[in-house]
């Protein structure tokens, strides 16, 4: 207890001291936490994903720089999804932005634009609605549907 009391007298003694030193711990602490949310969510949180550990991302090789590696046109996609005998299912996204808006105010947003059969190979269910259905694919089908998240 004399230990304790002495160290809160030194303390109050340099306000100087003290402060800089509660400052520095407070820092300490909330970039520990911050990282340690960042890595439990990366890495030890389970995946929404029915089965993450048998999810594979393809991509096409540039011939000319064997480095480089860029998405598949929709034809290619469609073309691997119809012959596929390795995979239980192939999927298409692309992340882009679009424009929103109502009343002649356009804002942007962040999209995914999917294919059709995109929750269905992930394994998950919209938490409302339902899923597209293959005819909202096609191309020239006039058909606009979007499923919206909650963060929207």
């Known amino acids: 207890m004399n230990d304790l009391r002495?160290?809160?007298?030194q303390l109050w003694k340099s306000p100087g001291f003290t402060f800089a030193a509660v400052t520095v711990l407070a820092l300490g602490i909330g970039v520990n936490a911050a990282i340690f949310?960042?890595?439990n969510a990366m890495l030890f949180s389970p995946q929404p994903y029915q089965y993450p550990a048998e999810l594979v991302q393809l991509f096409s090789q540039d011939t000319k720089n064997p480095k480089s590696f860029r998405a598949f046109s929709?034809?290619?996609?469609?073309?691997?999804?119809?012959?596929?005998?390795?995979?239980?299912?192939?999927l298409g996204h692309r992340e882009t932005v679009v424009g929103l808006g109502a009343k002649g105010e356009t804002r942007r947003a962040p999209a995914d634009l999917v294919t059709s059969n995109y929750f269905s190979v992930l394994g998950v269910r919209p938490a409302y609605g339902r899923e597209f259905r293959p005819e909202e694919e096609k191309s020239?089908?006039?058909?606009?549907?979007?499923?919206?998240?909650?963060?929207?």
């Open 6 to 9: 002495f160290a809160i007298r």
């Open 37 to 39: 949310s960042l890595v």
């Open 74 to 90: 929709y034809p290619t996609l469609r073309d691997i999804r119809q012959q596929n005998t390795v995979f239980a299912g192939v």
């Open 140 to 152: 020239g089908s006039g058909q606009r549907v979007a499923i919206v998240s909650y963060r929207y």
